[in-house]
């Protein structure tokens, strides 16, 4: 399995024991090391992307440049708890396809969050809230110019990667 972190090439294997779990601009990240953070309390998750970050520490530390940040070019906007999960299982969707996408994965106001999506450079917002989640929607917004529109959850993915899928669009 392969991802792409906000700061390079992240490749991802299973966590064993203590076996290469990923690399980082071929660089390995050990499962002791992600074994060891979630024994201090952190999810899986979270222990993987700090065993990353630690390994892009030491490219820093010693002096290798390290690679350019990846702007996001959709952040998911989700509103409420229901949301919050939904918002979560989207953006994982999207990077599999090989979007960038971002979130807050806080709770914030949708204004908050919108400001946060344009501080972070994103084209898109994929707005999540209860009206989405009854419908199976998700709504897109365009951020250049706020034009928006309803498109089917399963379909956010394409139409981010359709050049321009908003041209015959109102």
């Known amino acids: 399995m392969s991802a792409r972190s906000s700061n390079g090439s992240v490749e991802l294997c299973d966590v064993i024991g203590d076996v290469q779990v990923a690399t980082v601009e071929g660089r390995p990240v050990w499962g002791s090391c992600v074994t060891a953070q979630t024994a ?6 979270a222990a993987l992307d700090q065993c990353i970050g630690f390994e892009l520490m030491a490219i820093e530390a010693e002096g290798a440049p390290l690679p350019s940040p990846r702007t996001p070019r959709c952040f998911v ?22 979007i960038a996408a971002a979130g ?17 450079g994103a084209s898109f917002a994929a707005i999540v809230g209860e009206r989405e989640l009854a419908d199976g929607t998700v709504t897109l917004r365009r951020l250049a110019d706020g034009v928006q529109m309803s498109v089917p959850t399963a379909d956010v993915a394409r139409w981010l990667t359709t050049p321009d899928g908003w041209a015959d669009r109102p």
């Open 40 to 45: 201090r309390g952190a999810t899986k998750q």
């Open 77 to 98: 906007v989700a509103i409420g708890a229901d949301a919050e999960t939904a918002g979560r299982y989207l953006i994982a969707d999207l990077r599999d396809e090989g």
């Open 104 to 120: 807050s994965h806080e709770d914030r106001p949708l204004k908050a969050q919108l400001k946060m999506a344009d501080r972070a």
